[in-house]
């Protein structure tokens, strides 16, 4: 608004100079050449340096208001005992904790903690991301730091508390290895700064700052931002459980209308390794989804429709035709047949309506993250994988290209049974095994389990059939239909 002022002064003034009979040629020469030299000092970032870190209010967020974390708010929550009590940890002698890391996938909510820290805390929130730092220009990312700690200091001094949170998302971008960019120092001189500011926060001063950095990449950061005395914790936000889900699926329900008939335990079930992120896009795009039919409550139809869109995307308006309808139909009739089969009550929804690039899908019941699996096992899981080209191959005496990624989970799997010594070539490492070698045992436990699964579906068959009339004929059918077919 005020450089629109200016332009217009300087207007008015030039008109009335030309109206006068001066020359004012040269004036506006002299105007161009201000304006340019404008526009290059603020591409160098050196006219206003503060515009990427204002103060964000945290509403007063609290960490009850995060659901399916609760390692992560209990560790943090230690941490900011710290800073809330600095005076008696000045008298204890105890060394401020400067900094903590939030590691983990996208969108397990490592946004929301910083924001519920500060709320805890009672501290100023300063919020930014670590591409804020890097420019093109040398100097400019480490003014940028500096200017973020001062102005940290002077804006809890403005609003009268004497602690600051400095939340810095994405913070691998700022805190890279140095050494990676031969070729642009900007990079390490930049975070050079940070170590440097870091250092100097101590309790001595007026101000307590804390520095929150954020990452789904902790591998890639450089070991000096990582000792003691600069981060000196880190905490591990992680995908949620199956009781995290289903608290995430409360919060995000609790402003909508839901059906009598709804079990959100169920949906968290059907919801394994979904983020935060992901089960509050299920709540939203259910609630879409009854308001498209004008329906006045959520039903489980709608949850668990959203589960699908939100893993696999929208549904697709081409329709197959009759022949592919029916491979993909015994394909994914196949998988299903045999994961029920070496797992009982593993399957939860078998469809075949085409979304994204998935012609069909088999979603299982998975309720929690298995750490350790026996050889038994991950043959069952290959099993599983081999089962849609199988049965393929069976009904209608070859295969297709529909089976090329369960072949290359197969081939994935097959990789780590010999990796970890459970295959015939015994313990060996893996780095030092020849191709060839290597290939062979992957293709003699594969065809293995071919044969097996082979034998599985030929006498089995009718069971096969009849779950792939049903997706023919209505597109989807449920883990519990399947388990009765097989027990009739």
């Known amino acids: 608004m005020k450089l629109e002022l200016l332009i217009g002064v300087m207007v008015g003034i030039l008109g009335f100079l030309l109206f006068l009979g001066f020359d004012i040629i040269p004036l506006i020469i002299l105007g161009f050449m201000f304006y340019f030299l404008y526009v290059a000092l603020g591409r160098r970032g050196l006219l206003k340096v503060e515009n990427y870190q204002e103060v964000i209010s945290s509403d007063g967020f609290q960490f009850d208001q995060i659901g399916g974390q609760a390692v992560a708010k209990r560790e943090l929550q230690e941490a900011l005992e710290f800073l809330i009590k600095s005076e008696e940890v000045i008298t204890r002698g105890i060394r401020p904790l400067k900094g903590i890391l939030l590691t983990g996938p996208p969108g397990t909510g490592k946004t929301l903690l910083a924001k519920a820290a500060a709320t805890y805390s009672d501290a100023i929130y300063l919020s930014t991301s670590g591409s804020e730092f890097i420019e093109m220009y040398a100097g400019v990312g480490a003014q940028r730091v500096r200017k973020l700690f001062q102005g940290a200091r002077d804006k809890a001094k403005k609003a009268k508390k004497n602690r600051a949170i400095i939340f810095i998302d994405e913070i691998d971008v700022l805190g890279g290895k140095r050494g990676q960019n031969s ?22 001063e007026d101000i307590s700052i804390l520095i929150i950095g954020a990452t789904n990449r902790p591998d890639l950061l450089d070991p000096a931002l990582l000792r003691p005395g600069r981060f000196d914790r880190q905490v591990k936000v992680d995908l949620p459980t ?42 939203n795009e259910a609630a879409i989804l009854a308001l498209r039919e004008k329906s006045k409550t959520i039903k489980t139809i709608h949850l668990k429709e959203a589960v699908d869109k939100v893993m696999l995307g929208e549904k697709l308006a081409n329709k197959s035709n ?167």
């Open 183 to 204: 070729n642009h120092m900007e990079y390490d001189q930049t975070l050079n700064q940070l170590l440097v500011e870091m250092d100097g926060l101590t309790t001595q």
């Open 242 to 283: 199956l009781e995290g889900r289903l608290e995430i699926l409360k919060l995000h329900c609790r402003n909508k209308q839901l059906d009598a008939d709804v079990n959100l335990e169920d949906i968290a079930k059907e919801t394994y390794n979904f983020s935060g992120a992901h089960l509050e896009n299920v709540a």
């Open 322 to 488: 009759p022949e592919i309808l029916n491979r993909v139909a015994l394909h994914e009739a196949g998988h299903a047949l045999i994961s029920e089969l070496v797992k009982p009550n593993s399957v939860s929804q078998v469809t075949v309506t085409s979304r994204a690039n998935a012609l069909g899908y088999v979603r299982q019941n998975q309720e929690e993250d298995q750490l350790l699996y026996t050889a038994k096992e991950l043959r069952d899981q290959i099993k599983v994988c081999l089962a849609g080209a199988m049965a393929e191959e069976v009904v209608l005496g070859n295969k297709s290209t529909g089976a090329g990624n369960d072949y290359q989970q197969a081939v994935k799997i097959a990789k780590t049974i010999i990796s970890t010594g459970l295959s015939t070539l015994g313990i060996l490492s893996f780095e030092n095994i020849p191709s060839e070698m290597l290939n062979n045992e992957i293709k003699n436990i594969i065809s293995e389990e071919e044969l097996i699964v082979q034998e599985l579906i030929k006498n089995n068959s009718q069971v096969l059939l009849r779950i792939a009339e049903i997706l023919k004929e209505y597109e989807k059918i449920d883990g519990d239909k399947i388990r009765n077919i097989l027990a009739a």
